[in-house]
């Protein structure tokens, strides 16, 4: 896949004159892959491909910001991906290291959420919807994660943990929007699937916008 970066800055219009100058924004799309055929067992996530690439359907892209920036001061949002009608929701979730996620099991019937993924292997055991407290589980080292349910072998998802606190999961026509950047030269990459990261350089002004488009 070729990578296109259109580049267009335009000022941005500050709500009161007694505001410093507004932190800058990155918009623009993401070319993503063609929808592949409806599965016959309901799927979020297939594995497709040599060597296993896990790729999301209908297809989205995970943009986000790379440099180097402050730990959180405090502790991270606790994020959920539920267990509903025996698939994980979301299906896809970026999170930021460090963060906690809940898996709260609403159907009626036993959950065990796991995952082999380098990054944080877990299991968390079988556990019914009215389990207390909750089973969590906190993410600390960048990757991706892949879920499983060893009761229901359909059931699959996936947790990009990120080093950064700036990205955005695309809609399903590739758009997307990075407010509150801070200036510097960084990298912007797309991620959309487990073999495929797509990066561009940036050079972020305050007060300004960037469009980038990846083609």
Request: hydrophobic share 45%; with cysteine; aromatic share 8%.
């Amino acid at each position: 896949m070729n990578l296109l970066l259109v580049v267009a800055f335009a000022v941005l219009v500050l709500s009161s004159p007694g505001i410093a100058a507004a932190q800058a924004v990155i918009e623009g799309k993401v070319k993503l892959p063609k929808r592949k055929a409806p599965p016959v067992v309901v799927k979020r996530y297939e594995i497709v491909g040599k060597g296993g690439v896990l790729s999301p359907d209908p297809p989205v892209a995970i943009v986000y910001l790379e440099g180097t920036f402050a730990k959180p001061k405090q502790a991270l949002p606790v994020k959920k991906i539920l267990q509903k009608d025996l698939v994980f929701d979301p299906a896809l979730l970026p999170i930021q290291v460090g963060t906690t996620v809940e898996f709260p099991n609403l159907d009626e019937t036993f959950h065990n959420v796991f995952s082999f993924s380098k990054v944080n292997r877990f299991d968390l055991g079988r556990y019914r919807a009215d389990e207390e407290p909750v089973p969590s589980r906190l993410f600390d080292k960048a990757g991706l994660v892949t879920l499983r349910c060893d009761i229901h072998e359909h059931m699959r998802a996936l947790i990009l943990v990120l080093d950064t606190p700036y990205f955005v999961t695309t809609d399903t026509k590739g758009r997307f929007k990075l407010a509150g950047l801070p200036a510097g030269k960084y990298k912007l990459r797309a991620w959309l699937d487990s073999k495929t990261t797509l990066e561009v350089p940036v050079e972020l002004v305050k007060g300004e916008a960037l469009k980038v488009n990846f083609e």
